[in-house]
């Protein structure tokens, strides 16, 4: 019950983080300088890649599924991105917000993870 516990605090800080960074990337930059502006950052990518990290809670028990399933999630986080693009909604540099904001925000609640599996 505890690693649930873990993992759902991790999900709700995900989710918070991914928020404040859309407010602060997306909204803020639309206040300012117009609704039509493309440089802001993807709210639909992100929540994809929400949406993407929440499945790979479900993944995560189950260690062989995990290289096709993130293969699978970088298809369609590509094909979220090119078709934000060819639609005209954003440009590369809302993409690359977008990219940035979810995976500062996969991140950060994980850090200590994250820094033991970096060192050499």
Not at 47 to 65: A, E, G, H, P, R
Request: include cysteine.
């Amino acid at each position: 019950m505890k690693k649930t516990k873990k993992q759902i605090m991790e999900l709700v800080y995900t989710g918070s983080i991914m928020g404040l960074g859309l407010l602060i990337f997306k909204y803020l930059p639309m206040q300012i300088f117009g609704k039509d502006i493309l440089f802001d950052a993807s709210s639909h990518v992100v929540w994809t890649c929400f949406v993407l990290y929440l499945i790979y809670f479900f993944i995560d028990q189950n260690k062989s599924w995990r290289i096709p399933y993130f293969i699978i999630s970088a298809i369609v986080i590509a094909i979220m991105s090119v078709e934000r693009i060819m639609v005209g909604a954003h440009n590369g540099i809302g993409i690359l917000l977008a990219l940035a904001i979810s995976a500062v925000a996969i991140i950060i609640p994980r850090w200590k993870e994250v820094k033991n599996r970096l060192r050499f």
